[in-house]
């Protein structure tokens, strides 16, 4: 795992581009964060509070739908980057029963700094930056801090289990991007260079859903299944019984 003070989350330039192009990035970004709400007004939405983990919670944005949905919910935002956290306390600026933590995956992993259970642990594209036994001990970590019948959702980037459909799915996401751009009015610029870039730095380590599927399965996770997939991008977890 590469220290976090080290990658690029560290860079407040970097996490200003990400934040201000992110519908961009991401493939139906808005979509994804729709059946995250689905998802929790059918599983977990009963009148009753419910503690809430946004893990790698960048700028809050999956904290705030959920809090906007249900405000019988107490949130915890972790991340490593303090921009991001800044950028997460604007977002949520006047909302009550919130706690922000400053950390990274290497101090999630190294001590209990949780503190306590939750009903609903999510994250969002953070996950794919730790290899695959760093997820499998993560996935672990997450496991012990649900409640029983609690549920982790992940929305990440995953690798294709094919250099085919690799290939294809590259080209879905810059013609996403491309479409975007267009509606936009916006020509060149970082869009061009996103994919390139995300192949090659060495942060991002993505591994097939598959493997996270069964890691989730092995960990003890029920109900394990894919929920929304367009090329890379998938949302997926589980629950604990």
Known sequence: MREFSKSRWADPGFTREYRENADIYIVERRRMLQIMKSFYRHFLMDGGHKE???LGCGDGIIAHELLALDRQVSATLIDGSEDMLDKARERLRGIE??????????????KDIL?????????????HHLTMDEKRELFRMIH????????????????APAEALEQWYMKLWQEWMDEKKASAGMEGGCFDDIIRRYKEVDDNRPDTLDEQLDALRNTGYKDVDCFYKYGVFAVFGGRKL
């Open 52 to 54: 809430i983990m946004d």
């Open 115 to 127: 503190g306590r259970k939750f009903d609903f642990i999510v994250s969002s594209l953070a996950i």
């Open 97 to 110: 029963n919130v706690r922000f933590i400053r950390a990274s995956f290497q101090e999630i992993l190294e």
């Open 144 to 159: 012990s801090h649900l409640h029983d019948g609690g549920y982790f959702m992940n929305i990440d980037v995953v690798i």
